[in-house]
């Protein structure tokens, strides 16, 4: 109970940042006070977690204040490692720019726990030259699975550096796709089999 009753005492009464349906060009912009806050907290969190056999992950987010490289690169730098990891999100990353492999060379050692989501690259164009929100663009089906042929994203390199750390987390396929558009199973279907042949899992 020690982690419950202690969390609130961390969490002081700023604003809530949610996702919402404006252009991702509004999206939060975090002063260096707030980072400060931010990584102060995550840090505590951390540790508090750390002592009652849990891990804290973070995990970069479209449309929020930590969502390109310079954000992560920021986040990383402000936190413990011990404390402190980091969520790789594929997908997350490609929509904001990032390529998921570079952060997954830079920052291996702090990988706990991964997201594998594959891109539609014309959709994510569209939504780019339309400007229009995170939210608009996934029910347009921005986000698909990986072994989509469609999908942009070259998930092999990433998995092996994944291997040559030593990872041994989950792996997360994560479709995020309005289910009256395409099969739920079908998709499951795709993304387990071709991350079969690439894993041996």
């Known amino acids: 109970m020690l982690f419950y009753i202690r969390v609130p ?6 604003h809530c940042i949610t996702i919402t349906e404006e252009p991702l060009k509004d999206r939060p912009r975090f002063t260096d006070e707030q980072w400060q806050q931010m990584t102060k907290g995550l840090n505590q969190l951390g540790s508090i977690a750390k002592a009652n056999g ?11 204040g930590v969502q390109d490289l310079k ?7 402000n936190t413990t490692p011990e404390n402190v990891k980091l969520l790789l999100d594929t997908g997350h990353l490609y929509y904001a720019g990032v390529d998921p492999l570079a952060v997954t ?48 994203i070259d998930f092999p390199p990433i998995l092996q ?30 993304a387990r089999t071709y991350l079969r042949k690439l894993t041996g899992l």
């Not at 954000?71 to 730098?77: E, Q, S, Y």
């Not at 594959?118 to 608009?136: A, C, H, P, T, Y």
Request: proline content about 6%.
């Open 54 to 64: 849990m891990q804290l992950c973070y995990h970069p987010h479209v449309g929020t």
């Open 9 to 14: 005492s961390l969490i002081t009464p700023v």
């Open 105 to 152: 060379k830079k920052y291996a050692n702090r990988i706990k726990h991964v997201h594998l989501k594959n891109i539609r690259q014309s959709v994510l164009d569209k939504s780019e030259e339309d400007g229009i929100s995170f939210l608009d663009s996934i029910q347009k089906g921005v986000f698909t699975v990986p072994g989509d042929p469609k999908g942009a």
């Open 161 to 190: 550096e994944l291997a040559k750390a030593h990872y041994q987390g989950w792996l997360v396929v994560e479709a995020e796709q309005d289910p009256n558009k395409t099969n739920p199973l079908e998709n499951a279907v795709i």
């Open 71 to 77: 954000d992560i690169d920021k986040l990383m730098a």
